[in-house]
């Protein structure tokens, strides 16, 4: 199997990290009450770990040999699916997002898709529980950046609306085949007890939080027409719902 460049496929290798990602993904979960969903498998490293582990997985990939390789490696698995298809796709389909409603979404992901994917997951009817993701490095420093800092963005905002986010480490190039030419980060995302938006919200809250940043360095009184002369960066993810509440008269 050789790696596809259009794919952005990077296969992990490297044993110890692969445990790792895994603990993280299923402590305090239940093998038997919570699947996984697994985006872009590749050789089914991350797979093999958690079936092993006795979870039920789930695994979505777009290349046909890939896929052929998954059904043979894993015919045995009884608690393997395999989903051929885009898993962007999946994710947008309300009724695929219905069917499958995963506890756990798991995955070394294609840079090129990551941020996307993680509206659509953030979209589900019921969004997972926990994420445990490989992204670029600059992608997972975004998601857990603090306000009033250059990384601080809308997807900032928009994840941690939703999640804990949790930088577990940053992964060189050399645990990946081929090498990227750019250092990875694994991060780890926890639903909050509470969420504070309802299904409804999140499409246009994430509309207003976008255009917010769509001008970083104009004051969100010029760029939105509210009261406020703060930059976007300056606004806490609290500071923004209590701003699109405000803005929407709730």
């Known amino acids: 199997m050789r790696p596809l460049s259009r794919f952005g496929q990077n296969?992990?290798?490297?044993?110890?990290?692969?445990?790792?990602?895994?603990?993280?993904?299923?402590?305090?979960f239940d093998p038997a009450a919570d699947p996984i969903l697994?985006?872009?498998?590749?050789?089914?490293?991350?797979?093999?770990?958690?079936?092993?582990?006795?979870?039920?997985?789930?695994?979505?990939?777009?290349?046909?040999?890939?896929?052929?390789?998954l059904r043979e490696r894993f015919a045995e698995a009884p608690r393997f699916i395999l989903i051929e298809n885009d898993a962007l796709e999946i994710l947008g389909d309300p009724a695929a997002g219905r069917a499958i409603e995963p506890?756990?979404?798991?995955?070394?992901?294609?840079?090129?898709?990551?941020?996307?994917?993680?509206?659509?997951?953030?979209?589900?009817?019921?969004?997972?529980?926990?994420?445990?993701?490989?992204?670029q490095k600059e992608v997972a420093e975004r998601l857990a950046a603090k306000p009033g800092t250059s990384a601080f963005g809308s997807i900032s905002v928009l994840v941690q609306?939703?999640?804990?986010?949790?930088?577990?480490r940053t992964l060189p190039p050399t645990v990946f085949y081929p090498q990227p030419e750019v250092d990875?980060?694994?991060?780890?995302?926890?639903?909050?007890?509470?969420?504070?938006?309802?299904v409804a919200e999140r499409a246009p809250f994430q509309a207003f939080v976008r255009k917010g940043f769509s001008q970083r360095r104009k004051k969100l009184s010029n760029t939105l027409g509210i009261a406020d002369d703060r930059r976007p960066e300056q606004l806490s993810v609290e500071d923004w719902i209590v701003a699109w509440r405000g803005f929407k008269g709730v």
């Open 103 to 135: 506890r756990i979404l798991l995955g070394n992901l294609p840079y090129y898709i990551s941020t996307p994917l993680l509206a659509k997951a953030i979209d589900l009817p019921v969004p997972p529980q926990r994420m445990v993701l490989t992204l």
């Open 184 to 198: 990875s980060a694994a991060v780890r995302l926890d639903l909050l007890g509470a969420p504070p938006l309802a």
């Open 38 to 69: 697994e985006i872009g498998p590749g050789l089914g490293a991350l797979t093999g770990e958690a079936l092993a582990r006795g979870f039920a997985v789930t695994s979505v990939e777009i290349d046909r040999g890939l896929a052929a390789f």
């Open 161 to 168: 609306s939703f999640y804990a986010v949790k930088l577990i």
């Open 11 to 28: 296969f992990l290798h490297d044993g110890n990290l692969i445990r790792a990602l895994v603990d993280e993904a299923v402590a305090g």
